[in-house]
């Protein structure tokens, strides 16, 4: 679900394959910057309220 929300966040579709792997984490990593969340590469509540609910941005 991760690799396919992240395209609502402004990143090309990532490809579906159930990995956590290199392009996700800098998915990740460059949404929490953009956001101004603490940048750990880890997809805590914010980000996940981010993506699942991009119309209504952050915290929602």
């Known amino acids: ?27 990740v990593v460059a949404t929490q910057r953009k956001w101004n969340f603490t940048v750990d590469g880890i997809v805590g509540p914010q980000v996940w309220s981010l993506i699942c609910y991009p119309q209504m941005g952050p915290g929602g």
């Open 1 to 27: 679900m991760l690799n396919f929300q992240a395209r609502y966040v402004g990143f090309a579709p990532l490809a579906v394959d159930n990995s956590f792997g290199p392009a996700t984490y800098n998915a």
